[in-house]
C-alpha cells in the first residue's frame, strides 16, 4: 500500500509571498499609477548615475537606466518608499535632470 506524499511543495505561498515582499519594497503609490515601471525603476536605489535632493521635503530621487527607459525612484528623509517610475519619452539623463529640476529637485553631490 502506497500513500501519497503530502509533503510537496504548492507554488502559491511562494508567489503569495513575492508579492507581499514585492508591495513591502515599493510604495502603493508607485505600483498604482506606474506598475511594472515602478519595479524596474526601484532598481535605481541600488546603483543611481545621478542623486537629486528636494530642499523642501528633503526627499531624494535616485535616478538610473533602466530596461524601460530612465528610471527614477524617490525616497521619503526616514527611507520609506514615496514613488518610482520610468519617464520613457525622456532619451537623455539631462534631460530627466531638467524634468526633476522643474519639480523642485537640486543635484546631490
Sequence with gaps: MTMSNSKTLSPY???L???VITM???SYHAIAKHGSAAYAAS???DSPEVRMINP?????AYICWT???WG???QAPDGTNVTAFVKEKLKKLADVIRYMRNTG???LQ
Design 13 to 15: 505561498p511562494i508567489v
Design 17 to 19: 509571498t513575492l508579492i
Design 24 to 26: 513591502a519594497v515599493l
Design 43 to 45: 532598481q535605481c536605489a
Design 56 to 60: 523642501m521635503n528633503g526627499r531624494v
Design 67 to 69: 530596461e524601460r527607459g
Design 72 to 74: 527614477v525612484y524617490i
Design 105 to 107: 529637485y537640486e543635484l
